[in-house]
């Protein structure tokens, strides 16, 4: 079955510092991945996707991720962490045509 | 991408009683939508899909006659949650398939508190 693994139940990092959070996923064909953000009480909003091409893909609010098969891996990163990033991330596969897998979930914290 | 909303943000109810959440997609005719359920510091997890026109398909272990789904138009699906209990206190999402057909986005959430 597929399923999705964030390792890191929550991280730390320095305003300014870069940040790369890690989602591993467990897939038989080529999947189709997400990162959704989410802040305290509100909904899900799309970072990125990968669905094909290109194995780094750019998100929005200075965001990307890169794919790699080899290592089923679809981490996160972004250079430099604002105060605004504190959230919760979480990665996702795409199973069937429908059906959204979540991992669960990376709290970021940022310290000034 | 697709806007999506809910209504209400929150909801306290005594319980056994219903309660009623409103998921509409604003710039999309949605023939399909989601809801998830998501517990405090976990992830969230699919309870049904809901089609429009015609009966949704629930995940194994969620009860069809306590999650009530109607999805009659292309821009609205309704989740009703059944004589409710404490147990069902939970912050319910939802979500659309926008015109890509396979990104899914999501409503600012319903946070539902049994009394």
């Known amino acids: 079955a597929q399923s999705v693994t964030q390792p890191d139940i929550h991280i730390t990092v320095s305003e300014g510092a870069s940040l790369e959070l890690r989602c591993n996923y467990s897939?038989?064909?080529?999947?189709?991945l997400f990162w959704y953000v989410q802040s305290p009480g509100q909904g899900l909003q799309l970072l990125l996707k990968?669905?094909?091409?290109?194995?780094l893909v750019q998100g929005i609010k200075g965001f990307e991720a890169e794919f790699k098969r080899s290592q089923s891996s679809f981490n996160l990163r972004k250079p430099s962490v604002h105060w605004s990033d504190a959230a919760e991330y979480f990665c996702?596969?795409?199973?069937?045509?429908?059906?959204?897998?979540f991992g669960t979930g990376t709290r970021l914290l940022v310290s000034p | 991408g697709a806007v999506v909303s809910q209504h209400p943000s929150w909801v306290i109810c005594k319980s056994g009683t219903s309660v009623k959440i409103e998921c509409r997609s604003l710039?999309?005719?949605?023939?399909?939508m989601f809801w998830y359920r998501q517990f405090p510091k976990q992830s969230l997890m699919l309870m049904a899909t809901?089609?429009?026109?015609?009966?949704?398909?629930?995940e194994q272990g969620v009860e069809k006659d306590k999650f009530l789904i109607n999805h009659a138009s292309l821009t609205l699906s309704t989740l009703t949650v059944t004589s409710a209990h404490p147990e069902d206190s939970s912050f319910y999402i939802c979500?659309?398939?926008?015109?890509?057909?396979?990104?899914?986005?999501f409503g600012p959430g319903t946070r539902l508190t049994v009394l």
């Open positions: 996702a596969v795409l199973r069937g045509f429908q059906k959204l897998v």
């Open positions: 897939y038989g064909a080529t999947p189709y």
């Open positions: 990968y669905f094909s091409g290109d194995t």
């Open positions: 710039d999309f005719q949605a023939t399909t």
């Open positions: 809901s089609n429009e026109g015609s009966k949704a398909t629930y």
């Open positions: 979500s659309t398939k926008g015109e890509e057909g396979d990104t899914q986005y």
